[in-house]
């Protein structure tokens, strides 16, 4: 049966005509077992695993993308438009990793495109990466080979194929560890947080909405600084201390446990976990909006959308997170500055943003707000940058 499946998949040009209509149609009778006109998850599953492909979650992922009508099925016509947009992006990706335009991929094609997202793949995985795709044994991939085997694959953009390839080659198993120990020891783990919660609030397949990309950064945010607020305490308050006050970061927090206790580490907390939800949502969900909304619109001969556009996304989203959240980061520092004072004098949130607004109005609550933005939006659109292709390298889809 996987013999005869495969001869149904578009073996024609890349163009749309009648001919390959009628290959959509013969495909999809194939795949609708009961022939009521409707292909579900279960019969596309089936078709699948004939075919010999037996990604876990591969068949509801593609009827969630195709159905239109949200009746849990496809039609000949959701099937068609589906097939035809995979199609599309599938020739996007196809074109960025032919470097040298002759209409065929090689292995040192994949190697070089794999290389300039930081992964080292052998010649050796890369001509076995490209035997999986080869139909004719020429040991190079052309436009139709490339499309037979990704059509009915849910994988369309690099970063989905690339996640394909590393799954069917073990020897890339050591290499993912050492990715993911890279990875773990930098900024980039609030990032990880951030995927993780992506995936407790998307169903299986589906492509997450907008508003769950803001409660994903949300979450991940406030998981990130309650983990490192006490290193945040101990930040301010050697950048306040007076000459000789602590011989060190371990004597500040030694001294700050002995005479204030605990809770002086997480003093300013609460303004700060108010700040970081609007900041880390709005970031990460503007970011992702952006460089989705870009890739729409300008993506031609690329499925990459380039550093400088991920820089741009990373700095303009970075700005509508600052703006948000910035006068509760002051009010927290402020917190922080005044946690060694006696408990009367020490003031609340509520009280220490009410005399910011009466002595200094408004704008008090951005006082600083300038330097902030010239040391956090480098940062942070950097970190973008250095998460996309981390995301690559660990094979996480969106």
């Not at 003093?267 to 108010?274: A, C, E, I, S």
Request: aromatic share 10%; net charge positive.
């Amino acid at each position: 049966m996987f013999r005869a499946l495969r001869t149904l998949v578009l073996p024609g040009a890349r163009c749309w005509d009648a001919d390959s209509e009628r290959s959509y149609q013969d495909l999809f009778e194939s795949l609708d077992a009961n022939q009521d006109g409707r292909v579900d998850v279960a019969e596309l599953r089936a078709g699948l695993k004939a075919m010999g492909i037996f990604r876990h979650g591969a068949a509801q992922k593609i009827v969630s993308s195709g159905d239109q009508n949200k009746d849990g099925s496809l039609d000949f016509n959701e099937f068609t438009k589906y097939l035809k947009e995979h199609e599309k992006k599938l020739w996007l990706t196809f074109k960025s990793l032919d470097r040298n335009n002759d209409g065929r991929l090689d292995a040192s094609e994949i190697q070089q495109s794999l290389a300039e997202l930081g992964l080292d793949l052998s010649r050796k995985d890369a001509l076995k990466i490209l035997q999986s795709m080869d139909i004719d044994g020429t040991m190079v991939v052309d436009w139709n080979e490339w499309r037979e085997h990704f059509l009915l694959r849910p994988a369309h953009n690099l970063e989905e194929i690339v996640r394909h390839w590393k799954h069917s080659l073990v020897r890339l198993t050591g290499q993912r560890r050492s990715h993911t120990c890279r990875l773990l020891t930098g900024d980039e783990s609030h990032f990880m947080a951030y995927e993780q919660y992506k995936k407790l609030l998307t169903a299986e397949g589906k492509r997450i909405e907008t508003h769950k990309r803001f409660m994903a950064g949300s979450m991940a945010g406030a998981t990130a600084q309650t983990a490192i607020y006490p290193m945040e305490v101990l930040k301010t308050r050697l950048t306040l201390r007076k000459t000789g006050q602590y011989a060190g970061m371990f004597d500040c927090a030694k001294k700050i446990l002995r005479k204030e206790g605990v809770k002086a580490f997480y003093k300013g907390y609460v303004p700060n976990l108010l700040g970081i939800i609007p900041y880390a949502g709005i970031d990460l969900a503007v970011y992702e909006t952006l460089k989705n909304t870009w890739l729409s619109y300008h993506t031609k001969d690329s499925a990459n959308p380039g550093v400088l556009v991920l820089l741009c996304c990373g700095t303009l989203s970075s700005t509508c997170g600052q703006l948000a959240s910035y006068p509760l980061a002051l009010v927290r520092t402020r917190m922080q500055a005044k946690a060694s004072l006696d408990a009367s004098d020490q003031p609340s949130m509520t009280s220490l943003m009410r005399n910011i607004v009466v002595k200094e109005g408004f704008f008090g609550l951005y006082r600083g707000i300038l330097p902030n933005f010239m040391k956090v939006i480098p940062a942070v659109s950097i970190s973008y940058v250095v998460y996309e292709y981390m995301k690559t390298g660990l094979a996480i889809s969106k």
